[in-house]
């Protein structure tokens, strides 16, 4: 963890200036009629789960670069979610992938309570092949034509529900790889039903109060077809389930231009709508940071999320889900936070009165100056006050610098280049 005096230091430096900028800011909204502290305790108590691989270095189909101080093993990677944690104040939880984290749950609890984290959703892995394996995902898992290898995938995703309830988990993500890479190397339909039946018996095996999260991707690793492929057949999924069962949106996960903010309604308004994967691309599943491409869409898909917040049912999950190629990855995920934070903010401060009434008179250009007027305006203060008053860092990369972090698990750390990817 960050020595606690490097923040004070850093935090000392800002202080003044964060306050007379807070101080500006909260008289701007007040003559809009917004109470900045009202924001400012929404934020502070938004937390988003970083993944346990976004913090080792991703890699692409061509190559993977390691970069130095990466995580040998789960615990090193509580240790760096605990950084983030710690600087941001953002993200308090952490979601595993089993089996890349496997360990005995009673001293990964104990390590999360030491780094002050707790655990998301579960993820199962069924999209490559494991050591010790007797059947292969070469050509699916949950929809697999052979019956083995379909039990063998069913029994996995049980095994980490199992594990989940050991360490306070509530849901299971399923993603899948299954799909196919030729017309008429697979039977669409077949190929789907074989899948509902597998995912029903994980349905059947879920406990009570857990959540099953499924989440479709168009197309990698399988490029003509892929079995989940759309919201639509998601959402067919969650249906055909039942209630414990919601979908899961990755941003990246889409179409180029798919209007993602409408998906988000669309499965909201039917109860469906169960957690996201933020991140962000230009042309395909890119797995970018969190707003680095287009902070407009991430802001127009919080005001769904704001929108939807007067129903006091719904609280779906948040995950950062991004691959780090170029970047620490304790950086980028501490700056993807802060701009999920943000987008949450900036669609806090759309007056949705006024946007209703234009909406009702058919007054397209004010409707739409409305909505901009929250994504205009810097909300950067609002974010850094609250990270400062929950014992974080007003600007926590600049910390994290100054504290030499990576340079000291560089050197307890060797250089490996097998470590679970981030192209999920
Ligand atoms: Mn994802």
Redesign the pocket.
């Known amino acids: 963890m960050i020595n606690t005096d490097i923040i004070a230091e850093e935090n000392d430096k800002n202080e003044a200036n964060l306050r007379a900028n807070y101080d500006a800011l909260g008289e701007h909204l007040d003559r809009r009629n917004i109470d900045i502290s009202h924001i400012k305790s929404k934020i502070s108590s938004y937390g988003i789960a970083v993944?346990s691989w976004g913090v080792g270095t991703g890699g692409t189909r061509f190559a993977r670069f390691p970069g130095t101080g990466e995580p040998r093993d789960i615990f090193d990677k509580l240790d760096d979610c605990g950084v983030v944690h710690q600087l941001t104040q953002a993200t308090p939880s952490v979601s595993l992938h089993i089996p890349w984290d496997v360990a005995p749950t009673d001293d990964l609890n104990a390590k999360a309570q030491q780094v002050g984290l707790s655990f998301d959703a579960m993820n199962s892995n069924t999209f490559q092949d494991h050591s010790g394996l007797a059947h292969s995902y070469k050509f699916g898992s949950l929809s697999n034509t052979d019956a083995a290898t379909r039990q063998q995938a069913i029994e996995h995703n049980i095994d980490c529900i199992e594990f989940g309830q050991k360490i306070g988990s509530k849901a299971l993500?399923i993603?899948v790889g299954d799909g196919s890479n030729f017309p008429g190397q697979s039977n669409f339909s077949k190929q789907f039903e074989r899948y509902l039946d597998s995912a029903k018996q994980i349905y059947a095996a879920l406990p009570e109060d857990w959540t099953l999260l499924t989440?479709h991707?168009m197309y990698e690793p399988a490029f003509y077809s892929t079995v989940v492929q759309d919201w639509g057949t998601n959402l067919l999924i969650a249906q055909q389930m039942g209630d414990k069962a919601k979908c899961?949106v990755?941003l990246?996960?889409h179409a180029p231009n798919v209007n993602i903010e409408m998906i988000v309604a669309r499965l909201k308004q039917f109860g469906k709508l169960g957690g996201f994967?933020f991140?962000d691309s230009k042309y395909g599943d890119d797995?970018l940071d969190t707003g680095s491409i287009d902070p407009y869409r991430l802001f127009l898909v919080f005001n769904e999320l704001v929108e939807a917040e007067s129903d006091p049912d719904f609280n779906p999950m948040h995950?950062l889900?991004q691959s780090h190629n170029v970047t620490d990855p304790i950086e980028s995920l501490m700056a993807s936070a802060m701009e999920v934070q943000r987008a949450y903010a900036q669609a806090l401060l759309v007056d949705r009165a006024t946007l209703y009434g234009f909406q009702d008179e058919n007054d397209a250009l004010m409707a739409t100056t409305t909505l901009k007027h929250g994504f205009r305006t810097d909300v950067e203060p609002i974010l850094a006050m609250a990270r400062l008053e929950a014992g974080g860092a007003a600007d926590p990369i600049a910390a994290y610098r100054k504290s030499g972090y990576r340079q000291k698990v560089s050197g307890e750390r060797p250089v490996v280049s097998g470590a679970g990817g981030g192209i999920?």
Do not use: A, F, Y
């Open positions: 993944p993500t993603w989440e991707k899961l990755d990246g996960h994967h991140n797995d995950m889900d999920v």
